[in-house]
């Protein structure tokens, strides 16, 4: 369930509470992506105390290795990572997709040839869904098919077609598991077309869902044609069920997005980044390994009071990356993780002000000031 708490005045953007068997989710939210079942280098211990309310998980990773069978043995998903807060599963429609060469897709599914040991599978709709079913997961994903950029509008109406196909199929399936069987989100797909994405938007949202999903964003189009489709299709959404924009983003792609409406957001990019040295400051993207820290005493930002800035110098983190140490990676991903709650937290708590466009103008006119990436 979803509960519109306040909408700012003097923008599109909104806050609320997204109810599920694990928990509440305050939004707008930043999901920390834990594709294997782990945010990479951070326990869970780590996520609770940086404010993570929720993480999101990959089924096509998942259902490879370590497999159903191990997982539900473990009492499903929550357990199997100790994770006791709720749990967004993908599909892993666009890894799959992405597998290019080894896979093939008609309107029945997806046949692939596993990445791991080359075993061959067919994923339909119905099977993704009971896949998640099984690992008790709190917001599913259906299967979705999703287009990388440039594509031609012939494309991404086949995709189009596919999409709503598999939303229809994987919202009947759900519907026939009893007990609490987790939230259903759909998916519009549409590439850079508008009236493809209206199109999409309405047919999902005929089929009805549990809250609305864009997918095919940051595939590869201008950051600013990527906020154009979100503007664009996000008015055609329910105001009364969540928005999630999938794979986005940067700190600025975040806070565009939020201020057309959106709800949620999962990203790798904290954590990448993290793992290879950059860290995301008050004022910009700072990379750890240049020799200007070298004697440099201070914290990464001065404005964080998370773990890694309250005991270890900027010399310290950069005399880690630069000895291959692996408490540096992990120390500058704990830093990136608390810097996009915090961001989230912030965001927030413009929007229950009125605040949100003053906001907007002053963090990034302060993430703009020293960009050293």
């Known amino acids: 369930m979803f509960?519109?708490?306040h909408e700012d005045k003097n923008s599109r953007a909104r806050s609320g509470q997204l109810i599920t068997a694990h928990g509440v989710i305050n939004t707008p939210c930043f999901m920390p992506v834990g594709t294997q079942g782990t945010v990479k280098t951070l326990s869970p211990q780590e996520l609770e105390e940086a404010g993570a309310e929720i993480i999101l998980?990959?089924?096509?990773?998942?259902?490879?290795?370590?497999?159903?069978?191990?997982?539900?043995?473990?009492?499903?998903?929550h357990q199997f990572i100790s994770w006791p807060k709720p749990i967004l599963t993908d599909s892993g429609g666009y890894q799959i997709f992405s597998l290019a060469l080894l896979r093939k897709v008609t309107d029945e599914g997806v046949n692939f040839q596993s990445h791991v040991d080359g075993a061959r599978h067919l994923l339909r709709p119905e099977d993704v869904i009971n896949i998640q079913h099984t690992f008790g997961s709190d917001i599913m994903m259906p299967l979705d098919e999703c287009v990388h950029y440039p594509c031609s509008k012939d494309q991404a109406e086949v995709a189009l077609?596919?999409?709503?196909?598999?939303?229809?199929?994987?919202?009947?399936?759900?519907?026939?598991?009893?007990?609490?069987?987790?939230?259903?989100?759909?998916?519009?797909?549409?590439?850079?077309?508008?009236?493809?994405?209206r199109e999409c938007a309405e047919r999902i949202i005929e089929i009805g869902f549990d809250g609305y999903a864009l997918g095919g964003i940051s595939v590869g189009e201008p950051k600013h044609l990527s906020y154009n489709i979100v503007d664009f299709t996000a008015q055609f959404l329910p105001a009364d069920k969540p928005r999630y924009v999938m794979g986005v983003g940067l700190p600025e792609d975040i806070i565009e997005n939020a201020g057309q409406g959106i709800d949620m957001f999962d990203c790798v990019v904290p954590t990448r980044y993290g793992r290879n040295g950059t860290a995301f400051t008050s004022e910009g993207k700072l990379?750890?390994?240049?020799?200007?820290?070298?004697?440099?005493?201070?914290?990464?930002?001065?404005?964080?009071?998370?773990?890694?800035?309250k005991h270890f110098s900027r010399a310290y983190l950069r005399h880690l990356f630069n000895t291959d140490e692996m408490l540096g990676l992990r120390l500058v991903s704990l830093h990136n993780i608390n810097?996009?709650?915090?961001?989230?937290?912030?965001?927030?708590?413009?929007?229950?002000?009125?605040?949100?466009?003053?906001?907007?103008?002053e963090f990034l006119n302060s993430y703009n000031n020293v960009l050293s990436s």
């Open 287 to 309: 990379t750890i390994r240049n020799a200007a820290y070298i004697r440099d005493w201070g914290p990464l930002d001065k404005r964080c009071q998370c773990h890694t800035c």
């Open 57 to 77: 998980s990959n089924a096509y990773h998942l259902f490879l290795r370590p497999g159903l069978e191990v997982i539900k043995n473990a009492g499903g998903l």
């Open 3 to 5: 509960k519109l708490i």
């Open 161 to 197: 077609r596919r999409t709503v196909d598999w939303a229809r199929r994987s919202k009947l399936v759900h519907s026939q598991k009893s007990g609490n069987c987790g939230l259903l989100f759909g998916i519009v797909q549409g590439a850079t077309y508008e009236d493809l994405r």
């Open 339 to 361: 810097f996009y709650l915090r961001l989230m937290r912030d965001i927030r708590e413009a929007i229950a002000r009125d605040k949100f466009t003053e906001f907007k103008k």
